[in-house]
């Protein structure tokens, strides 16, 4: 599918996830409400896999956890935000973490959640909210990408008049 079809469709299709997280009961409590939301969740052990899966498949949003053995959630993120219609990233880490989630955050991350989650909805809630952030970027690209040809014949119509 190309970039531009996903763009326009991308409210029409269930929301595509990728969850990744060293630990299978944080895949389970976390992926449990996203599936019951109605989400496609695709799940990923580590950050090597969460990268692999990231090349082959568009994803509207990644959660991620921050410390992973090998690669981590800082890759994760990195990779993610390379992709042609990047996701948006969702940072999970525990209590001891909050400086290096706060640095996600400067890198780029959508928001952090402490881990495991206070409250079942609290995901949920953010993944929403994820969602909607990625539907507006998509949006204000695809008007940007209008207004170019117009702003370009403007231009040479100035030019021309002066």
Known sequence: MASDDR???????PARILLVDDSSITRIIVGRGLKSA??????????AEALQL???????????DLSMPGIDGFAV??????????PEVII???SEDIQRAMDALRLGAHAYLAKPPAHPDEVLLTVRRALEMKRLRERCALLEEEATPR????????????
Do not use: F, K
Request: no cysteine; aromatic share 2%.
């Open 54 to 64: 990231l090349t082959a498949n568009a994803y509207d949003v990644v959660i991620s």
């Open 151 to 162: 702003r370009a014949r403007a231009a040479r119509s100035r030019a021309a008049a002066a």
């Open 38 to 47: 109605g989400m496609l969740i695709e799940e990923a052990r580590d950050g």
């Open 77 to 86: 993120l990195a990779g993610a935000r390379m992709q042609p219609v990047p």
């Open 92 to 94: 999970l880490s525990g």
């Open 7 to 13: 763009r326009h469709d991308s409210a029409a299709r």
